[in-house]
C-alpha cells in the first residue's frame, strides 16, 4: 500500500509561490494518478489538480487553472504542485492522494496527512 508524506507548506502573502512535494513509498506509485486535494476550515475536501500515469494528461479546478501547476517525477516517487499568485483564499490544508480519477476525491484509495498552506492579505 501506498504511503504518501507531503511537505512545502507554509505561510505566505498574496501573490506569492510555495511548491508542494508529495513523496511515494511502497504500492505502484508509477503506474498511480496522483491528485492534490485541499480542505479549508469548515468546507468539504475538493480537487485541486491531478495528473495521470504518464504525466501527459492533467486537471485543475477552475479556481487554479494558470496559477498551479502538477508535475510529476516517477524516477523520484513524487509529485509536485507548484503554486503561484497565491491568494487568501488558497488557505487550507493539502492533500496528496494516489489512485482515483481526475479530481473526484472519493475514488482515491490513498492519503497523506497533509501540510498546511496560509496565505495572507
Known amino acids: 500500500q501506498s504511503q504518501l508524506v507531503e511537505s512545502g507548506g507554509g505561510s505566505v502573502q498574496a501573490g506569492g509561490s510555495l511548491r508542494l512535494s508529495c513523496a511515494a513509498s511502497g504500492g505502484t506509485y508509477s503506474r498511480n494518478h496522483m491528485g492534490w486535494f485541499r480542505q479549508a476550515p469548515w468546507k468539504e475536501r475538493e480537487g485541486v489538480a491531478a495528473i495521470y500515469t504518464g504525466g501527459s494528461s492533467t486537471y485543475y479546478a477552475d479556481s487554479v487553472k494558470g496559477r498551479f501547476t502538477i508535475s510529476r517525477d516517477n524516477a523520484k516517487n513524487t509529485v509536485y504542485l507548484q503554486m503561484n499568485s497565491l491568494k487568501p483564499e488558497d488557505t487550507a490544508m493539502y492533500y496528496c492522494?494516489?489512485?482515483?480519477?481526475?479530481?473526484?476525491?472519493?475514488?482515491?484509495?490513498?492519503w497523506g496527512q497533509g501540510t498546511q498552506v496560509t496565505v495572507s492579505s
Open positions: 492522494a494516489a489512485g482515483g480519477l481526475g479530481l473526484a476525491t472519493r475514488t482515491y484509495r490513498a
